[in-house]
């Protein structure tokens, strides 16, 4: 009868091994739903403000910032319907600061030049929300095919060095830059916003090469200043650094 025994706390013991699995499983941290509304109100407020790019035309500006300030004013009033938090404290700053930005986006080059100040605080918000452990936006990794068009976008960039700032001396290396983004294949999931911003830098590149020279860019080149920001707005957006520098002003 000893065998009996010993079966027994052999079987005893696998029944409270199995046991201790299922109540570590059952033990498993739930999602914390307050977390997840911040989650929620962040990535509806990336997809939204980056859904396309800046207007090309200047017309365009005035109710294109005012849409956005709509969307950081929905945004923080959807933050702040959450509980007190270190995290929400920390998104509600970050949208805090964008819509400083915002309201101080006004008319003429100022309206312009801001565009690009804007997209950095925009990534302010993607740092804030990292911080609180908070996921703004899908998540997902870019393809190997976007990887490699981002990728081949820096060099073209790189290779065409900063810009002078001024439009006479500008011209031809914006040319060579477009030129060069021409040459990029696109691959065959690429999204408007990769189509757009390659539109837009080509008809920059047309736009500076057929300007009368000029040491300055005045606040009457609309058309000039609204493709630079709009073309460096969408590398911004594709994380391609090196065009961040395009000429806005003198």
């Known amino acids: 009868m000893r065998w009996v025994a010993v079966l027994g706390a052999v079987l005893a013991l696998a029944g409270c091994g199995g046991g201790g699995e299922a109540e570590a499983e059952r033990e498993e941290p739930q999602a914390d739903p ?3 509304q911040l989650a929620a109100a962040c990535t ?3 997809e939204a403000a980056f859904a396309e790019l800046p207007p090309a035309s200047p017309g365009d500006y005035p109710a294109y910032v005012r849409e956005r300030r709509q969307l950081v004013d929905e ?3 959807a933050l702040k319907e959450e509980p007190e938090s ?3 404290a920390r998104l509600i700053a970050a949208a805090s600061e964008i819509l400083s930005v915002v309201d101080e986006m006004g008319v003429g080059t100022g309206l312009y030049t ?3 100040i804007l997209d950095e605080y925009e990534h302010g918000l993607d740092d804030a929300a990292e911080q609180a452990g ?3 936006g899908s998540g997902e990794e870019p393809s190997a095919e976007i990887a490699e068009f981002r990728s081949a976008a820096d060099e073209v960039c790189a290779a065409a060095g900063p810009t002078a700032g001024l439009p006479r001396r ?3 290396l914006i040319r060579e830059r477009a030129e060069g983004h021409a040459d990029i294949p696109l691959p065959a999931d690429a999204g408007d916003l990769e189509r757009d911003t390659l539109a837009a830098e080509r ?3 047309q736009v500076a090469a057929s300007r009368p020279a000029s040491p300055v860019i005045r606040e009457g080149d609309l058309r000039y200043l609204v493709l630079a920001a709009r073309t460096t707005s969408g590398w911004s957006r594709q994380q391609v650094d090196e065009c961040a520098d395009l000429p806005l002003a003198d």
């Open 34 to 36: 307050a977390t997840e």
């Open 134 to 136: 908070v996921e703004c």
């Open 170 to 172: 500008d011209a031809a």
């Open 75 to 77: 945004l923080i009033a």
């Open 86 to 88: 270190e995290g929400r």
């Open 203 to 205: 008809e920059l590149a």
């Open 44 to 46: 509806a407020y990336r």
């Open 114 to 116: 801001r565009t690009s």
